[in-house]
């Protein structure tokens, strides 16, 4: 299953499994529970690669003076 996300004029596509994508809306998958974090990385994973996050992370400590 491919999802897909406009922001910004990015577009994402991250491909999932039909658990994964059941996983994220809620469903529990009592003999996998690692479902839905697989799922959560393969998505972050996704952004990582298209956004620069870096630069977001920094902390200009000058103004928490």
Do not use: C, W
């Not at 991250?14 to 658990?19: K, S």
């Not at 469903?27 to 870096?54: C, H, L």
Request: aromatic share 8%; no cysteine.
């Amino acid at each position: 299953m491919n999802s897909s996300l406009k922001s910004g004029g990015h577009k994402i596509s991250v491909e999932l499994t039909a658990d994964e994508a059941l996983a994220l809306t809620g469903v529990k998958f009592n003999g996998n529970p690692q479902v839905e974090a697989i799922a959560k990385k393969k998505i972050r994973k996704a952004f990582e690669k298209t956004f620069d996050f870096s630069t977001q992370d920094k902390v200009d400590y000058e103004l928490l003076k």
